[in-house]
């Protein structure tokens, strides 16, 4: 079964900058997409990037100019930059079986653990 371990959350004033990494088992051999979402307390889970199979990427307007996806080998980053306090959630890797880069939960098969982000205003 696919392993996803995320880090590099944390507190950081607003306008500041982190950089997520997904790790992914180096097992795997089939293609997947990889998406990151995040939770905010009361709210609904929801997708803030995604890059499919084919390396096309998607962006929450949230956050569109502000973060980006990249990856490389079995790594995935979200580097977010002048982040607000609307940022603030936990931050959820996840990834789908030859997936297209769908920004909906519901359509990706593992997830990480979550990793805090916390942006101070």
């Known amino acids: 079964e696919m392993q996803l371990v ?4 944390g507190l950081v004033q607003t306008g500041g900058s982190l950089r997520l990494s997904c790790a992914a088992s180096e097992e795997i051999s089939w293609p997947y997409a990889i998406g990151w979402f995040r939770q905010a307390p009361g709210k609904e889970r929801e997708g803030v990037s995604t890059i499919s199979i084919h390396g096309n990427t998607w962006y929450a307007d949230s956050v569109k100019g ?3 996806i990249s990856s490389a080998a079995y790594t995935t980053y979200l580097q977010m930059n002048s982040l607000k306090p609307e940022d603030t959630a936990v931050y959820y ?3 789908a079986r030859y997936g297209l880069g ?4 519901d359509h990706y098969d593992y ?3 979550g990793t805090q982000v916390t942006v101070s205003s």
């Open 102 to 105: 769908s920004s909906s939960p």
């Open 6 to 9: 995320e880090s590099g959350g």
């Open 66 to 68: 502000r973060f980006t």
């Open 93 to 95: 890797c996840a990834a």
């Open 111 to 113: 997830w990480g653990q």
